[in-house]
């Protein structure tokens, strides 16, 4: 018996291929998903990534915007330094001739300081010797004639302007300008007094006049008051002069009479005793204006060199 050859089984071979082939085609749509997927993810991040490259480039040109702002700062600062050093540079210049300057005047102030103190000194010395001129003359009446009369008045007195003051009393008579007896003794020693003075070269040389001046009390007129006061001025002056020939062969040129009527009381009450004070021949050494013009001219010449 002959057998029958079996065929190969081929009806499984086609589902398997279409297994294959779908198995293909779900891995391919997988891959094409993530790949899909994977492609928006990668536009988003892109897109993100762009946005990010914008903002950062925003960020960038205002940091560049900032940085230039800053440096257009600084540069303004350093302008403003150097200009505060180049103004701070001239002030410590112009400090330095300041006090260069001040110097300079402190030596001025102490030049001029010490030049007034000379001529202070100097014209203080002229006044010590006019004041010594009186008080000698005063003292030579004096040691021949006392101090005081038998009434017990000062015979002379120095006045606080350094004018030596003969009372009224003890020269004229109440309301007049002849010399009583006792007054032509004291003009006696008063010329004599200024004779010895005037003796003497270096004094002499100070001196521009002696000037005999008249005073009256208030009552009267002023006319009247001034005639008296120039009339007793001039009797004292002519007497001492006609006493003694030698003080005005010598001297005569030295000698003025003047009248200051009531003008220039001691005293401005009104009791006798007043009046009397009032009533006086006042003698007065005026020195030479030209002694204490050369001084001045001195100093100021010395002033003067310190600003050449």
Same mark, same amino acid.
């Given at each position: 018996?002959?057998?029958?050859?079996?065929?190969?089984?081929?009806e499984?071979?086609?589902?398997?291929?279409?297994?294959?082939?779908s198995?293909?085609?779900?891995?391919?749509?997988?891959?094409?998903?993530?790949?899909y997927?994977?492609?928006?993810?990668t536009?988003?991040?892109l897109?993100?990534?762009?946005?990010?490259?914008?903002?950062t480039?925003? !960020?960038?040109? @205002?940091?560049?915007?900032?940085?230039s702002?800053?440096?257009?700062?600084?540069?303004?600062?350093?302008?403003?330094?150097?200009?505060?050093?180049?103004?701070?540079?001239?002030?410590?210049?112009?400090?330095?001739?300041s @006090? @260069?300057?001040?110097?300079?005047?402190?030596?001025?102030?102490?030049?001029?300081?010490?030049?007034?103190?000379?001529? !202070?000194?100097?014209?203080?010395?002229?006044?010590?010797l006019?004041?010594?001129?009186?008080?000698?003359?005063? @003292?030579?009446?004096?040691?021949?004639?006392g101090?005081?009369?038998?009434?017990?008045?000062?015979?002379?007195?120095?006045?606080?302007?350094?004018?030596?003051?003969?009372?009224?009393?003890?020269?004229f008579e109440?309301?007049?300008?002849?010399?009583?007896?006792?007054?032509?003794?004291?003009?006696?020693?008063?010329?004599d007094? #200024?004779?010895?003075?005037?003796g003497?070269?270096?004094?002499?040389?100070?001196?521009?006049?002696i000037?005999?001046?008249?005073?009256?009390?208030e009552?009267?007129t002023?006319?009247?008051? !001034?005639?008296?006061?120039?009339?007793?001025?001039?009797?004292?002056?002519?007497?001492?002069?006609d006493?003694?020939?030698?003080?005005?062969?010598?001297?005569?040129d030295?000698?003025a009479?003047?009248?200051y009527?009531? #003008?220039?009381?001691?005293?401005?009450g009104?009791?006798?005793?007043?009046?009397?004070?009032?009533?006086?021949?006042?003698i007065a050494?005026?020195?030479?204006?030209?002694?204490?013009?050369?001084?001045?001219?001195?100093?100021?010449?010395?002033s003067?060199t310190?600003?050449?």
């Amino acid at each position: 018996m002959r057998r029958r050859r079996s065929k190969p089984i081929e009806e499984n071979f086609w589902p398997s291929f279409t297994d294959m082939i779908s198995t293909i085609a779900l891995v391919l749509f997988f891959l094409m998903l993530i790949a899909y997927v994977n492609n928006i993810v990668t536009g988003k991040d892109l897109e993100y990534a762009k946005k990010q490259l914008v903002d950062t480039e925003l !960020r960038l040109e @205002e940091s560049k915007a900032e940085i230039s702002q800053a440096e257009k700062q600084l540069r303004l600062l350093k302008d403003d330094l150097d200009k505060t050093m180049a103004e701070l540079e001239i002030g410590e210049i112009a400090l330095k001739l300041s @006090e @260069e300057e001040i110097d300079k005047q402190r030596e001025i102030i102490a030049d001029s300081n010490q030049e007034l103190g000379d001529l !202070r000194t100097k014209l203080q010395g002229i006044a010590v010797l006019r004041l010594e001129l009186l008080k000698s003359v005063k @003292e030579s009446i004096e040691k021949s004639l006392g101090t005081t009369t038998a009434e017990g008045e000062e015979l002379v007195t120095i006045a606080d302007n350094g004018n030596i003051v003969i009372n009224e009393s003890l020269v004229f008579e109440f309301d007049s300008y002849r010399i009583k007896p006792e007054g032509k003794v004291l003009l006696d020693k008063l010329a004599d007094a #200024f004779e010895s003075v005037l003796g003497d070269d270096e004094v002499r040389a100070s001196i521009d006049a002696i000037s005999i001046q008249g005073h009256t009390d208030e009552r009267g007129t002023a006319e009247y008051n !001034r005639e008296l006061s120039s009339k007793r001025a001039y009797s004292v002056v002519n007497y001492m002069l006609d006493v003694n020939s030698s003080l005005e062969t010598k001297y005569g040129d030295y000698f003025a009479a003047s009248a200051y009527s009531e #003008f220039r009381p001691l005293s401005t009450g009104t009791t006798e005793e007043d009046y009397s004070m009032n009533r006086r021949i006042e003698i007065a050494v005026i020195l030479k204006d030209s002694n204490i013009q050369n001084i001045i001219d001195e100093y100021l010449k010395d002033s003067l060199t310190i600003f050449e």
